[in-house]
């Protein structure tokens, strides 16, 4: 799946458990807002999704896990290696994979796994 630079939707499930919406936010840059459960079933297609928006908006991404109502360890994963090997803008000020709005499911994985720090709720450092 390869992010255009119009909205994109997708489902990765056959029953339409989990969504990814790729929205270019007009600055190089994206908004990526993944809802329902992303779990290990997604896990693959999360990873290759985020690869593929980060190569197509050279200014990075900001998640929106508001909508994330389940999230396992192997999405824990794919979000901590897409955000280490993201790196920081064209001007080295700022990391180009940020999140933003996690739902109270995520907040708690994040805080038992100790990587609360690597995902900051808005805008701060990454």
Known sequence: MSPAREP???AWTGDVRSTLRVEPDG???A???LAGEIDQDCATELRDALVSALRAYPEGL???LAGVTFCDCACLNVLLRARLESGVDRDHRAPRFRVRNT???VSRLLELTGTLAYFPNGSGPG
């Open 103 to 105: 739902s109270a499911r």
């Open 8 to 10: 994109t939707t997708s």
């Open 31 to 33: 908004l990526v807002v």
């Open 27 to 29: 600055t190089g840059g």
């Open 62 to 64: 900001v998640l929106d």
